[in-house]
Each structure stands twice: as C-alpha cells, then as structure tokens.
C-alpha cells in the first residue's frame, strides 16, 4: 500500500480487489484441484502482481505522464477497483452457475492443516501467517537496503529528477511497485482466505483495516504502515473482545468500525503517523532501561 | 570536434525563456568555465543539456549525436554527468548509498574499486559512510555530490557552482582535482560558477553568460581584464 503510494503518488484502492481476487483464486483452486489452498497461495499473489502491472498500465501510467493530481489518481483506482469487483462478481456468478460451486460466500478453514505442538493441535494458518510476514518484511528490508535496484527505488521516490540524472529509469521503479504491491496484496488475500469468510466484497472490508494502518503508521513508511496495520488489526480484536465483554456482544457488529476509531484518535494525536515517534530515543531510554534492571 | 556543442539555443522554463541564442562548445581535455552574475541562467544552460529545462529552439549535440530531445535518463546513459547545484544528493540514503547508487550504470565491482579514491579526497565521507545523507552538513554534502560524479566514469562532467559551501582547503583541493582529471583521463570538464576568479585561473575557456546571453567567448586571462567582467565582478567579490 505504502509502497505504491510513495512511488507513484497514488492511494491504491485497486489493493481491495487484488486481496478478493487472492481469496477467490485459492478457493476455486482448491476446489477445482484439491490439495491444501496452501499450495494455490503463490499462484494468487502471482494473479495479482499481474493485476497490480496491468492497472499501472492500463490507469496510472498515462494519467502520471498526464501530471494527474492525487485525487484523479486516487479516483482512478477507485474506478478501476470497481471494475475489477463487477468482474469477481462475473466470475463468482460463473462459479455458481456453471461449476455448481457456492461461491458467494465460502469458508476455507476447514481445508487448513492442523499441526501438533506438544500435543497441542494448533490450525496451521496462524504459523504460516506469521512466518511469511516475517519473511516478506525482511525479504522487503533487505532488496531496499542491500540491491542496488532496491537503493535506486528508494532514491527515485525522495528525487526523480535526480534519479534521472543518474541514468535510473523511473519507470522500472514504478512497475516494480505495482508489481511488488500486488504480489504482497494476493498473498495477504490468499492468507486470509484461510482466516475469514470469503465473498466478493471481502476485500473493500480489509482494505479499511489496511487503510487506517497505512495512516496510523505513517504513509511515507513501509514500516509505519507494517506496524500500524499490526496496531489496527490488534486494536480492532482486542477491542471488540473488550467492549464485548463489557459492553455487550451487539457491540461486535460495529466491529468495521473500530479500525476508523483507532485512525481517528491516532491521526489526532499523531498526525505524522509511529513512525515520527523517535523511535531512536526509545530504543536508548529501552536499553538502558533493561540495563539497570 | 568538440564533444559536447550547443548551438543557437533558446530555453527555459515554460513560458519563462531564459537562454537566447546561446552557443557552447566543450572540448576534450580541456575545462571550460561558464561565469556569470546570479540569475544569467547558468544553471539553466547546464538544465538544457541535461534534459531539464524546456528547449524552444536550438539543439545540443553529444558526441555527435543531437540528445536535444532526448529524456533525462537517456542523457545521464550517453555519459553526461552533472552536479546540479541544488538537490544533488539523496538525503534518505547513506553516504554509502548515494555513492553506490551514482554508479548504477556501471558495473557493481567497478563502482567499489572508485570508492577508496573517493574516500581518499574527502575522508569525513568515509568517517560518515552510513550516515543518512541528510544529516551532512553544507559543504559535506557538496563533498558528497561530487564524490558521485566521480564515481560514474562519465566522458563528461558538469559542475553547477560546486564550490559554494566548501571550506578553503577544499576548494583548493576539488579544484586540483578537476585540473587532475583532465589531465589524467582528458575528461572534458564545464565548470560554471558565480565566484569565478579562481575557477578562471584553471579554465581554458571561458565564457560569461550576462541575461540569457554570451557576452564573452574566448581566453580566461583576457576575460580576467576585461572591461564587462570587472564591471561586473569588482566590488562584488
Ligand atoms: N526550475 C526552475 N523553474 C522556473 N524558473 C527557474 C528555474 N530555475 C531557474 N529559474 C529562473 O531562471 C532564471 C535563471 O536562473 P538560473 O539559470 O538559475 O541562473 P544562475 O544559475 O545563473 O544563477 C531566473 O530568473 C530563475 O528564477
Ligand atoms: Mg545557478
């Protein structure tokens, strides 16, 4: 998300259809193939890298060349992104009709593996979740810092024009986000259709949570953004479990709600997102801190 | 033949036309120094050949090929290299960094055999390698941004007024190193500057650039004495 925006000024809400496209391609492959979705993962992040290409191709290109302002371009991916939905819906539609398979709404976890810890029987998304986020943000870390295509990304995104001058495409930075954007956004898809219910309009529900973490964490940062997105999908079931107990349990109704409170109140206190925390300082005032103890 | 040419050229910035009628020529193995009170468009004539600023008329020829037309990253591929005099380096990236990414066109191990020369000339670069650029002070920065220049292997170098914010010792030192690397490796070199004496004295061409046009073509020591230059530049500096 953050990636995207940084590089071509672009708020991508076409991410929204990228992640159903990554539900909807792991279930009708499991489907269709059998075997754990696991397996389909890869292809679904695949599928939309593929999308992310073509909207940069089809959309967002010709409007930057245009010198298109950010709501144009935020309004384009809108557009598209409904477009891309009016076509999941098609082929849901499809699904149902001609393969007989009830894909309006559909839920996977039950294909999910269960593991054995220690007796414990644990369903395998949980792990899996985890350990590809962990390799995705180091994987990211590391082609951002260690690459020199990575280097010349971040060097086209704080000054194009000198970036130009340097004899740096900016081109290849932009698809390469896209790409990069889209590859992130159907796996996240693909994860999560192991998580939740699946149905076509799956992905303008997470595409919130996404959103407000991108804010809270600070737009500018692809960290932030981690971070506040883990800050949001937290808040949002600690808070709701909260609230349930105390409150009562109609409150968890609102549940899509709360990923917006958490913006709001950090957007008012934080307007510049975590990562203008110094966080530098706090690693210091941390250590030594742990020192004493 | 001269390597780089510019010839009748009109430019600017949109509607704004800086340039008139300007005619350039440098040559290998050889320095040219372009003068000029602030605001003549010296930096706009450097902007024209690198692809920045408009083009309404005219054309710059690169090694006998017209790159007038040309996009900015095709330009930098023929081999042009410049240090504009602002925004020159990445401010996000290390020291370490920006010298890495200044070579993007060559060869990875080739870009890490300049780093020692350039540590060499400029050792608080070294002592600074994984600082964030943004951090380094004025003339640090400048240190830096030439250091990148170096590190490309460019056949041409364009200098946008690289010796504003340098401590003396530096000066001295960034221009002895021009004067080396024309020797050395016969590089042309354009060297514009508002400050121009001391540039003058290793240039072998001069040219004063007054309001968008030439007024002086030729020898820098006759510039040195001459009439428009000293009216310009006496009491000045
Ligand atoms: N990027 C730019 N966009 C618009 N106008 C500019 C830009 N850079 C310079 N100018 C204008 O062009 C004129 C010449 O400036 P410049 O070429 O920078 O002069 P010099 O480098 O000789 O001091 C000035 O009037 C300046 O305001
Ligand atoms: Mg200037």
Redesign the pocket.
């Known amino acids: 998300m953050s990636l995207v925006y940084i590089t071509t000024r672009t708020y991508n809400f076409v991410l929204a259809s990228m992640l159903a496209w990554g539900f909807y391609i792991v279930f009708t492959l499991t489907h269709l193939y059998g075997g754990t979705p696991y397996y389909y993962v890869p292809v679904a992040a695949l599928f939309s890298g593929l999308l992310g290409l073509i909207t940069y191709f089809g959309v967002n290109r010709r409007l930057l060349k245009t010198k298109a302002n950010e709501t144009t371009l935020m309004m384009s991916t809108l557009g598209f992104d409904l477009i891309l939905y009016g076509f999941l819906n098609v082929f849901s539609d499809y699904l149902v009709n001609v393969h007989k398979i009830p894909a309006k709404f559909f839920v996977l976890e039950t294909k999910d593996i269960t593991i054995d810890l220690g007796g414990l029987q644990v369903r395998a998304i949980g792990l899996v979740a985890l350990i590809t986020l962990v390799i995705a943000v180091m994987t990211l870390n590391t082609f951002l810092t260690k690459t020199r295509l990575g280097i010349a990304m971040r060097a086209a995104i704080e000054n194009p024009e000198l970036a130009g001058a340097l004899g740096i495409n900016p081109e290849v930075v932009y698809v390469l986000a896209w790409f990069v954007g889209g590859l992130l956004a159907g796996l996240s898809g693909g994860l999560l259709s192991l998580l939740t219910v699946g149905y076509t309009a799956v992905g303008m529900t997470i595409m919130v949570i996404f959103f407000a973490g991108a804010l809270v964490g600070g737009i500018y940062s692809i960290f932030g953004s981690l971070l506040g997105g883990l800050l949001v999908g937290l808040g949002e079931y600690v808070g709701v479990y909260l609230m349930s107990t105390y409150i009562g349990g109609w409150i968890s109704a609102y549940r899509p709600v709360f990923p917006l409170i958490i913006m709001a109140i950090a957007l008012l206190t934080l307007p510049e997102g975590l990562i203008s925390l110094p966080w530098g300082k706090l690693l210091k005032v941390w250590k030594i801190g742990g020192v004493k103890k | 033949m001269a390597l780089l040419e510019v010839r009748n050229l009109y430019s600017?910035?949109g509607k704004?036309q800086?340039l008139f009628n300007v005619s350039l020529k440098a040559e290998e193995k050889r320095i040219t120094v372009v003068v000029?009170p602030?605001?003549?468009?010296?930096?706009?004539?450097l902007n024209s050949i690198t692809g920045i600023a408009t083009i309404y008329s005219g054309e710059v020829v690169f090694d006998g090929r017209p790159i007038t037309k040309l996009p900015r990253h095709s330009i930098a591929r023929q081999g042009v290299a410049c240090v504009p005099?602002m925004g020159n380096i990445f401010a996000n990236l290390t020291v370490e960094e920006n010298l890495r990414i200044a070579g993007y066109l060559l060869p990875e191990n080739e870009v890490r055999e300049r780093f020692s020369e350039i540590y060499d000339m400029f050792p608080v670069l070294n002592d600074f390698r994984h600082r964030k650029a943004g951090t380094l002070s004025g003339g640090e920065r400048r240190m830096l941004a030439i250091g990148m220049a170096l590190a490309r292997k460019p056949k041409i170098l364009l200098l946008d007024e690289i010796t504003t914010d340098l401590a003396p010792i530096y000066v001295k030192k960034v221009l002895d190193r021009i004067v080396e690397l024309r020797d050395n490796l016969g590089l042309p070199i354009v060297l514009?500057e508002?400050h121009a004496v001391r540039a003058l004295q290793i240039a072998d061409k001069a040219y004063l650039?007054v309001s968008g046009n030439v007024r002086y073509e030729g020898d820098p020591q006759e510039l040195l004495e001459h009439p428009e230059f000293s009216k310009l530049y006496l009491g000045v500096s």
């Open positions: 600017g910035y704004l800086v000029g602030n605001g003549a468009g010296k930096t706009t004539l005099q514009v508002q650039l």
